[in-house]
């Protein structure tokens, strides 16, 4: 989140605080689900109506966000998560973080699903470069590191470095590839969205991964499911994804052994096809339908035995509703409500 789209942030989270009962007599919704975002992830949406909510949550990065703004954000999102029966996280580690901050809480782990074309992009022609592919950001995503890192191999390597994305510290990061020498070995292609990415990542050599933190490891997946082996920093999140086998995790922040890593893969392309067949299988449990199955199960659990009709945010017109009216909410027991702590009960991804 960079400092220019601050004030539109705290405009949304205004607008939900103040507009949530209009939409709730409007689309009368069976399950609220607030998507928790930057910079404090939850504004404690189960404090502000009666509507069963389900907490959908990517990540837990308030206190990063608080050291960059100065602002007490961390105490917002310890409100957010306490506030929350019901929490689906990203991944298992941010699941065992949410259960230690909850205790009371059911929370279950839906990882990130993948597109199917994901399984289906082969290289016309695989390079011998090395990528990286994401926000161009140093505190989250390392990219000082990986430069660092590249600085100590370039002489011994072929592999130029290809730098696809956007994102605050760009300049930074040109600057700084020029004072260590290496501008000419890399390549900015600038943002990728779309199946493109896909065809990026499936026509590289290895994909570097420098991230300092993740709360489930997009672009990983995406790497493995095209074939190509991934180098990263074995942390939380990430080690579920990169493991041995598929990909080379190293110690983390350890930037001569990200260095290492990287020049052993370079260096021997058997060895990257070895690992890169064994990607697509690693993730196959990415699936879409089985994603979705079980969030429609997180959503169908806080409801009373009845299926979901219809999500917030999901209805409108060109959407069915159900065959009949909702029924009667069944209230929870009193000492479960929290009532007393706001006017009703109960707020909201690479």
Same mark, same amino acid.
């Given at each position: ?21 209009? @939409? ?7 399950? /609220?689900?607030? &998507? ?6 939850? /504004? ?10 389900? +907490? ?8 990063? %966000?608080? %050291? ?16 929350? &029966?019901?929490?689906? *996280?990203?991944?298992?580690? @941010?699941? +065992? ?7 009371? $809480?059911?929370? #279950? ?11 289906? =992009? ?13 926000? @161009?950001?140093?505190?989250? %995503? ?8 590249? *600085? ?30 290496? $501008? ?6 600038? #943002? /990728?969205?779309?199946?493109? #990415? ?20 997009? =672009?990983?997946? !995406?790497?493995?499911? =095209? +074939?190509?082996?991934? =180098? ?63 969030? @429609? ?49 109960? !707020?909201?991804?690479?």
């Amino acid at each position: 989140m960079s400092a220019g789209h601050f004030p539109s942030l705290m405009a949304y989270f205004g607008a939900v605080l103040t507009g949530l009962r209009r @939409l709730e007599r409007r689309w009368q919704p069976d399950v /609220i689900v607030e &998507d928790f975002a930057a910079p404090f992830s939850s /504004i404690a949406v189960p404090y502000l109506t009666r509507t069963p909510v389900v +907490g959908v949550v990517q990540w837990l990065f308030a206190a990063d %966000k608080a %050291k960059q703004y100065h602002l007490p954000f961390q105490h917002i999102e310890r409100l957010g998560v306490g506030a929350h &029966d019901t929490l689906v *996280a990203v991944s298992e580690d @941010l699941a +065992g973080e949410l259960r230690a901050r909850n205790p009371s $809480a059911d929370v #279950r782990a839906v990882p990130n699903g993948l597109e199917p074309v994901a399984w289906h =992009v082969r290289p016309r022609q695989r390079g011998d470069h090395m990528l990286f592919l994401g926000r @161009l950001e140093m505190a989250q %995503k390392g990219m000082d590191l990986l430069l660092d890192a590249y *600085a100590q191999i370039a002489a011994y390597t072929r592999s130029d470095l290809v730098i696809a994305g956007d994102g605050p510290d760009e300049a930074a990061l040109r600057a700084r590839a020029e004072s260590l020498g290496i $501008a000419h070995r890399l390549h900015w292609l600038g #943002r /990728i969205d779309g199946p493109a #990415r896909f065809e990026i990542l499936a026509a590289a050599r290895l994909v570097c991964m420098p991230s300092c933190y993740e709360t489930f490891g997009m =672009v990983a997946a !995406e790497s493995l499911a =095209v +074939g190509t082996p991934v =180098v990263a920093f074995d942390i939380p999140c990430l080690r579920a994804l990169v493991r041995p086998g598929v990909g080379v995790p190293v110690e983390a922040f350890d930037v001569r052994a990200l260095a290492g890593a990287m020049l052993a893969l370079a260096n021997d392309p058997a060895r990257c096809a070895r690992l890169g067949a064994a990607g697509p299988d690693s993730v196959r449990h990415l699936d879409w339908d089985a994603v979705a199955a079980a969030q @429609l199960a997180a959503y169908e659990s806080v409801l009373p035995a009845r299926p979901v009709a219809r999500v917030a945010g999901r209805g409108g017109p060109g959407h069915p509703g159900p065959a009949r009216p909702c029924p009667q909410r069944v209230p929870r027991p009193a000492a479960a409500r929290r009532s007393d702590l706001g006017p009703g009960r109960r !707020e909201p991804h690479r």
